[in-house]
């Protein structure tokens, strides 16, 4: 196939970094969720993604470790002059390698060794976009975007960008070094940014990159209460993808079933139409590891919702309480700082 001459473009706040609409979340093509599929598969797949007209991926160093950046590496070189890339640094690997990270570290000199690492493993001359991957509350937030700065001004680093921020914080790095995106979970199961995020990030001309748009894989209606997750999949340790709480927030899932129908459309691509029609500046990342999850993703952009629909999907969605933190507590704390 062709690209698509058509893909609709997002800015990415006032920064100018122009993306596809649509972006792609790579982690679970080698990580997080369960048995990890065919590289080969993969790579075909990242291409078939820039074919169809997307030019955002999503990756990080934490992801594997290392595997998912050098994947992107080699599906994306051919294709360099065509992509954005955004990865990401912040944690502390685990050296024995039982676990991904054993912590947090955003101490300049960490960054500086991880941007260094990465843009070898992508097999690039810059990263397009380096977030920090978590807050790191033992490094003030200005000496992180100052380490930011000096690797932009070395053209390391194209754009700075922060993962589940408090907006303070925010503030604090974009005095030192303007913050082009902020990414944090967003859909309509994690309307929390509503509050607070998403006026500040539009205040200060930011951004916003929802990850886990589909609630993991929830809001397309694939998954119920009869699911059964590999024991490797990250899913068995989310209090929102306990049985209960899949039993109790089926309702949300309904509720974009009904509207899907009433479009000619499925629940996934209501729930990404529902996200781009909040701002113009908002670039969801939707993973997949399967090609028509890929299209129907994609499609979802042809998906027009009026100001009546939204109003229905807002009036319906107010009523429904959903049920389960969306992290374990370890992780809760390491998300808002």
């Known amino acids: 196939?062709?690209?698509?001459?058509?893909?609709?473009?997002?800015?990415?706040?006032?920064?100018?970094?122009?993306?596809?609409?649509?972006?792609?979340?790579?982690?679970?093509?080698?990580?997080?969720?369960?048995?990890?599929?065919?590289?080969?598969?993969?790579?075909?797949?990242?291409r078939a993604a820039v074919d169809r007209g997307v030019t955002f991926f999503d990756t990080a160093e934490v992801y594997g470790p290392f595997v998912n950046e050098v994947l992107l590496g080699e599906a994306l070189a051919p294709v360099r002059d065509r992509v954005v890339i955004a990865t990401k640094f912040g944690f502390r690997l685990d050296p024995e390698g039982k676990r991904a990270w054993i912590g947090l570290d955003s101490r300049p000199e960490n960054i500086r060794k991880v941007a260094e690492a990465s843009l070898m493993r992508l097999?690039?001359?810059?990263?397009?976009?380096?977030?920090?991957?978590r807050v790191d509350p033992d490094v003030p937030i200005e000496e992180v975007a100052g380490a930011l700065k000096e690797l932009i001004r070395e053209g390391k680093v194209r754009h700075f960008g922060l993962s589940e921020a408090g907006v303070q914080t925010i503030r604090r790095a974009h005095a030192v070094q303007p913050v082009t995106a902020v990414q944090s979970e967003y859909s309509l199961w994690w309307r929390k940014p509503e509050e607070e995020l998403i006026p500040a990030l539009e205040e200060l001309g930011i951004g916003f990159v929802p990850y886990s748009p589909l609630g993991k894989g929830f809001l397309t209606g694939s998954i119920d209460d009869r699911t059964v997750f590999d024991k490797t999949d990250f899913r068995t340790i989310l209090p929102r993808f306990t049985t209960e709480a899949r039993t109790a927030n089926r309702s949300l899932v309904d509720l974009l079933a009904r509207i899907a129908e009433s479009k000619g459309a499925t629940p996934a691509q209501i729930a990404l139409a529902w996200l781009h029609a909040q701002k113009p500046w908002i670039v969801p990342i939707p993973g997949t590891t399967k090609l028509t999850r890929l299209e129907e993703n994609i499609a979802s952009l042809a998906v027009d919702l009026t100001p009546d629909d939204l109003s229905a999907i807002e009036r319906a969605a107010s009523s429904i309480t959903l049920q389960g933190d969306r992290y374990p507590e370890e992780l809760n704390r390491m998300t808002g700082l």
Do not use: T, W
């Not at 979340?25 to 969720?33: D, E, K, L, R």
């Open 1 to 46: 196939m062709k690209e698509m001459k058509n893909m609709q473009k997002r800015l990415l706040g006032k920064s100018g970094l122009e993306v596809s609409a649509l972006g792609l979340g790579c982690m679970g093509m080698s990580f997080s969720y369960g048995k990890p599929p065919d590289r080969k598969e993969m790579i075909s797949l990242l």
């Open 123 to 133: 097999k690039i001359d810059a990263i397009d976009l380096f977030y920090q991957h």
